[in-house]
Structures are given as structure tokens and as C-alpha cells.
């Protein structure tokens, strides 16, 4: 009886290995499609690289403080040629 029962017990024991060796293998293969879906949806979206956007950033920094001395540049020659006006 005890070597008919270890046979049981040893092919149950098989039986749940096999069975969790199973569910990895799905829970794997769930995994790869959902990463790849989300990969898809993603590129799909056209979204911009962070380094992309910071650099486009930088460069409007950069035009909006070039362009604030040009305004001043520009007032400070329309006041040297503008004419006093005469005060009566």
C-alpha cells in the first residue's frame, strides 16, 4: 500500500508541476501580446521622444529671449531717431 500510495502522491506531484509550468507559459505569452498591443497603440499615437520635445523647447527658449533683445534693440534705435519734440 505505501509504495502504491508514493506513485499517487509523485504523479499528483507531476500533475501540478506540469500545471504551473502551464500557467507560466500562458501567463507569459499574455504578457508578450500585451506589451506588443501596447507598443502598437503607442507608435500608433505619434507621440514625441522626451528628448525630441526638450530640445524643440530649448529653442523656443532660446527665439523668445533672442527676440525680447531684439525688441529692445529695435526701441532703444527708434528713440535715438525719433526727433525731440519742441515743448512751447
Known amino acids: 500500500m505505501t509504495q502504491t ?3 499517487f502522491f509523485d504523479e499528483i506531484g507531476r500533475l501540478m508541476n506540469d500545471a504551473a ?3 507560466q507559459g500562458v501567463k507569459r505569452e499574455f504578457d508578450t501580446v500585451m506589451r506588443t498591443q501596447a ?3 503607442l507608435r500608433d499615437m505619434d507621440l514625441v521622444k522626451r528628448e525630441e520635445f526638450e ?3 530649448d529653442m523656443a527658449r532660446l527665439a523668445r529671449e533672442e527676440n525680447e533683445a531684439l ?3 529695435i526701441a532703444a534705435l527708434e528713440a535715438r531717431m525719433t526727433p525731440p519734440t519742441p515743448s512751447s
Do not use: D, I, L
Open 5 to 7: 500510495s508514493n506513485r
Open 21 to 23: 509550468g502551464a500557467a
Open 39 to 41: 507598443e502598437k497603440f
Open 55 to 57: 530640445a524643440v523647447k
Open 71 to 73: 525688441k529692445a534693440r
